[in-house]
């Protein structure tokens, strides 16, 4: 049984920080690339980031390139996102999510929800102005 737990998630300033963290058990963590992502109200789940298996190799949604880190620790089953100059509109219940094994590590491949098999319960970020 794959479970993803997420932690961190919280209410802070825009300008402040976070560090969400996603705890998985079931597989064998380093043989999948993982994922983060987000959903606000009314709106589309949107890819955020995703790091692959080594944790050598990141990619990144627009909106959040300078400001968000992805990394992992294939010793500890976790993956984390640290978030940095948060803004309003980064308010969203953030989600991980584990590759299907089969799936490439692309920039295209990584972004789209159903190279995903598992995914966690979420936790939810707001940012007030």
């Known amino acids: 049984q794959v479970q993803l737990v997420e932690s961190g998630g919280g209410l802070v300033q825009a300008g402040g920080s976070l560090r969400l963290s996603c705890a998985a058990s079931?597989?064998?963590?380093?043989?999948?690339?993982m994922g983060w992502f987000r959903q606000a109200p009314g709106k589309e789940r949107e890819f955020v980031a995703a790091?692959?298996?080594?944790?050598?190799?990141?990619v990144y949604t627009d909106s959040v390139k300078g400001r968000f880190t992805i990394s992992r620790d294939n010793a500890k089953n976790t993956v984390y996102l640290q978030m940095d100059s948060l803004k309003p509109e980064d308010s969203s219940v953030y989600y991980c999510?584990?590759?299907?094994?089969?799936?490439?590590?692309?920039?295209?491949?990584?972004?789209?929800?159903?190279?995903?098999?598992?995914w966690g319960q979420g936790t939810q970020v707001t940012v007030y102005s």
């Open positions: 999510a584990t590759a299907r094994r089969d799936r490439p590590f692309t920039s295209s491949i990584t972004l789209m929800s159903e190279t995903y098999d598992y």
């Open positions: 079931g597989r064998t963590f380093s043989s999948y690339f």
């Open positions: 790091i692959s298996r080594s944790g050598a190799n990141m």
